[in-house]
Each structure stands twice: as C-alpha cells, then as structure tokens.
C-alpha cells in the first residue's frame, strides 16, 4: 500500500498510508465514541484522519465530504465507504464498515432498551433540552474547520476570490430557500465554481513582440 493510493489531486499527507488493522482500530474508536451520529461523528472523523494522524489533508477531507453529498443514502456511511477506499481499496471499504458500524451498533440497541425504561424521568429530559446547544456549536466547528481550507484557497486568487465564494453561496441559499432540490443546488455551485475557476487560471495573454 503506497501513499498514492490516497492521494488526491490536492497535496498528499505527509504521514504514511495506515495499515487495515490501524484503519480499523480508528474507525471502531470513532463507531464507539459517536453518540448521535450527525455534526458529532463529522468532528469525529475529522479529528481522526486530519488533525491527529494526518492521513488527510483539510483541503482533500473537504473534497471527499462534498463528494458524498451527492450520493444517496447517509452521507457518514458514503464517508466511511469513501475513505475507506482511498486507503485500502475493497478491503479498507469492509474493516472501515466493521469498525463504524459495530459498536454504534451495539450500543444504539444498548441505549435504546435503557432509554425506553428511563425517558419519562424529569433528569433524562432535562439532559436532553441541553443536548440540542451542544450540538449547534458542534456543527459551527465542524463547517469551520472544513470551510478554512476552500476559503483560502479563494483568499489567494485575490479579491475576487471571496466575492465569488460569496455569490456562489448566497445564490445555493436562495435556490434552497425557493424549494429547488439540494441537488441541483449543488450542481449550481459546482459549475459556478468550477467556471471561475476556469477563467481565473488562465495564463495571461502575451504581448506580441515588436522589437
């Protein structure tokens, strides 16, 4: 297993490929530490791969998330499956489903059979109105950390740059606003995108020369 195995057209990590038996210790750790799955297993996951093992790069982490935004099912399983993949191929997809999903699991069964004989006491309900802030600030650090790197990104192409990023924004808002699917949101986005991305790259024109 190489390092070009995960390697994107963003930078490739500086840390070596994990072996199966490191993929699937990882992501047991995050299947028997992610209650509630949601913005709580992203940072999760995130934490993991990124900031502390650093088998991925931001920028290559943001790009796999917004490709599973486009596949259907749960995006953290689509996730699962992708990283999975990129680091050890069918096999790396099969111990990374066994490590998720085996304790989360277990313990949603667990929980679930506790939950149905304690949920009317006043301290479960209490402790479940404080849930919700918890995960609000959750999701801002996640979308935080998976935004810094794109938006860099337009931070270097100058002005014009973060104007871009902004109009591609509020217009995917509006379009979800006015009811259009997620999709086709998406699709927007990406095409805007991908068009400025475009036009900015261009190598100017050269002058002809008129000695």
């Known amino acids: 297993m190489t390092t070009s195995m995960v390697s994107s057209s963003l930078d490739a990590p500086t840390t070596p490929c994990p ?12 299947g028997a530490t992610s209650f509630g799955g949601g913005s709580a297993t992203q940072l999760l996951i995130q934490q993991q791969f990124v900031t502390r093992r ?7 982490f943001a790009q796999d998330w917004a490709i599973v935004q486009f596949a259907p099912g749960i995006n953290l399983i ?5 990283i999975g993949h990129r680091f050890g191929g069918m096999p790396g997809v ?18 679930t059979a ?9 301290q479960v309900q209490g402790a479940l109105r404080g ?4 995960l609000v600030g959750l999701s801002i650090a996640f979308m935080w950390r998976l935004l810094k790197e794109p938006l860099a990104g337009l931070k ?15 217009v995917a808002t509006a379009l979800t606003a006015l009811g259009v699917p997620v999709l086709f949101a998406y699709l927007a986005g990406a095409v805007g995108l991908g068009a400025f991305y475009g036009i900015t790259s261009r190598p100017p024109k050269e002058e002809p020369w008129t000695g």
């Open 19 to 30: 072996s199966l038996f490191e993929l699937f210790t990882t992501w047991l750790r995050i």
């Open 114 to 122: 506790l939950y149905s004989q304690v949920r009317d006491w006043p």
């Open 131 to 134: 849930v919700t802030p918890a």
């Open 156 to 170: 270097r192409r100058g002005r014009r740059g973060p104007v871009a990023g902004l109009t591609l924004l509020a």
């Open 94 to 111: 099969a111990v990374s489903l066994l490590g998720m999903l085996g304790p989360a699991i277990a313990i949603t069964i667990a929980m």
């Open 78 to 82: 689509a996730m699962t499956v992708l």
């Open 54 to 60: 650093q088998w991925m790069t931001p920028g290559a």
